[in-house]
């Protein structure tokens, strides 16, 4: 079965800082992976996702995540935080033609 | 591409009135779609999965008689919550996939109902 742990329900970094947000996975097949970001009485909207190829992958607002096979990882990085960015992010494994699990999610506070 | 629409955004009723969320595929086939729950400063729980045509499946826990979910077409599902009462109260979300996308498990949301029971 699969499953997802994002370690940190709460983040805080200052403007211009580096956001790492962190996702492990657990899937018995190659997994698919996504972020999704929610902001305040919205749906999810998809940031980036990982479906085979390049194991670096970027997506809208600046954000990228590396697939890490041996670190079972797909951590969430920018390199510079902007205050646009504070909202509720959710990584998501699939085993492919099944239900997305999703992890806890981290809220991203960004400081001025 | 792949725009899910939900509607209504809010809405207000009271104790033991029924509520209609409608979930709507904008430009593709939504095969199958799902409707989440969603607790303040908690994660999406999945309440069940609806294919075009056929009952919905619901997970453990959740009352299908409370809950009713019909996908009468591959562009629109709907969810009733019947008798609300306010511990229904909550944000709902509804998700679907397309074929394209079935694949990988993709989902495209919707904006999501906050419903208020008083």
């Known amino acids: 079965a699969q499953s997802v742990t994002q370690l940190g329900s709460h983040v805080s970094v200052s403007e211009g800082a580096l956001v790492l947000l962190r996702c492990n996975y657990s899937?018995?097949?190659?997994?698919?992976l996504f972020w999704y970001v929610q902001y305040p009485n919205q749906g999810l909207q998809l940031l980036l996702k990982?479906?085979?190829?390049?194991?670096l992958v970027k997506g809208i607002n600046g954000f990228e995540a590396e697939f890490k096979k041996s670190e079972t990882s797909f951590h969430l990085t920018k390199p510079s935080a902007h205050m646009s960015d504070a909202a509720e992010y959710f990584c998501a494994v699939s085993e492919g033609y099944s239900t997305l699990t999703f992890g806890k999610g981290t809220m991203l506070l960004v400081s001025p | 591409g792949a725009v899910v629409s939900q509607h209504p955004s809010w809405v207000i009723c009271k104790s033991g009135t029924s509520v209609k969320i409608e979930c709507r595929s904008l430009?593709?086939?939504?095969?199958?779609m799902f409707w989440y729950r969603q607790f303040p400063k908690q994660s999406l729980m999945l309440m069940a999965t609806s294919n075009e045509g056929s009952k919905a499946t619901y997970e453990q826990g959740v009352e299908k008689d409370k809950f009713l979910i019909n996908h009468a077409s591959l562009t629109l599902s709907t969810l009733t919550v019947t008798s609300a009462h306010p511990e229904d109260s909550s944000f709902y979300i509804c998700?679907?996939?397309?074929?394209?996308?079935?694949?990988?498990?993709?989902?495209?949301f919707g904006e999501g109902s906050r419903l208020t029971v008083l």
């Open positions: 899937s018995s097949v190659p997994p698919y």
């Open positions: 998700s679907a996939t397309g074929s394209r996308a079935a694949n990988t498990g993709e989902l495209f």
């Open positions: 430009d593709f086939q939504a095969t199958t």
């Open positions: 990982y479906t085979t190829g390049a194991t």
